[in-house]
């Protein structure tokens, strides 16, 4: 008699059943499939900001220290090639000390010292001492270069070549304080001492970071595989 009672369920009904059912199922699949993509893009941001630091810096740092390697080489190889003996040096001195642009006392006259001290720093590079003591007697003998006017203005010229060159030499001491603070520089004295002890930093720095960036790429080859 109760079971009499139980309404049966129209077809439409029963199709209306399954296809609650199959939504249930079909939700929850996509918040498993949302919440697998939303992992993911999570796990890719971490793995690719790990990338950077381990392979992007790592690479920076690699440049970096490949162009201070290069320049040293290219220094060295410089270093080789040019080896000016003592008198040439003098020479240099000596011409420098009369004809260094930052001596003169007008516009004209540094831009014609300048000229010569370009040809002079050339024949300096090239070791051609009869050149440098061409540019002196030149130099020298140059009308331009006669002092006149009297005692007192020759005293205010030399008054004023002091000071021109206090401060050249004052520069140039700020210079190398720059130069001494450098990389490069700080690269070449630990070169230089490694060298006395027998070893070849150049060479030790360079297996280092070759060793470096293997190892990173297989740390990225471990994450890939994981």
Same mark, same amino acid.
């Given at each position: 008699m109760s079971s009499e009672l139980v309404r049966k369920l129209t077809p439409e009904e029963?199709?209306?059943?399954?296809?609650?059912?199959?939504?249930?199922?079909?939700?929850?699949?996509?918040?498993?499939?949302?919440?697998?993509?939303?992992?993911?893009?999570? =796990? !890719?941001?971490?793995?690719? %900001?790990?990338?950077? +630091?381990?392979?992007?810096?790592?690479?920076l740092e690699l440049d970096r220290v490949e162009v201070q390697i290069e320049e040293y080489m290219a220094y060295l190889e410089e270093a080789e090639d040019f080896s000016p003996s003592e008198g040439l040096k003098q020479l240099y001195r000596q011409i420098a000390k009369k004809v260094h642009p930052d001596l003169a006392t007008d516009k004209a006259?540094?831009?014609?010292?300048?000229?010569l001290m370009a040809a002079i720093n050339q024949a300096y590079e090239e070791g051609n001492e009869e050149r440098l003591r061409e540019i002196l007697y030149q130099w020298e003998n140059s009308p331009d270069t006669v002092e006149g006017e009297g005692?007192?203005? =020759? !005293?205010?010229?030399?008054? %004023?070549?002091?000071? +021109?060159?206090?401060?050249?030499?004052?520069?140039?001491?700020?210079?190398?304080?720059?130069?001494h603070s450098t990389e490069l520089y700080q690269l070449r004295e630990q070169v230089i001492q490694a060298e006395s002890q027998g070893k070849n930093l150049l060479e030790e720095m360079a297996s280092m970071i070759d060793e470096e960036i293997n190892n990173a790429k297989k740390r990225l080859a471990e994450l890939k595989a994981s």
């Open positions: 029963e199709e209306l059943a399954k296809k609650k059912a199959q939504l249930e199922i079909t939700e929850a699949e996509l918040a498993q499939r949302e919440l697998d993509l939303a992992t993911l893009h999570g =796990e !890719l941001h971490a793995f690719e %900001r790990q990338y950077q +630091q381990i392979i992007g810096m790592r690479y006259e540094r831009v014609r010292r300048q000229d005692i007192g203005a =020759e !005293l205010i010229r030399a008054l %004023r070549k002091i000071a +021109q060159s206090q401060e050249r030499l004052r520069c140039i001491e700020e210079e190398l304080s720059v130069i």
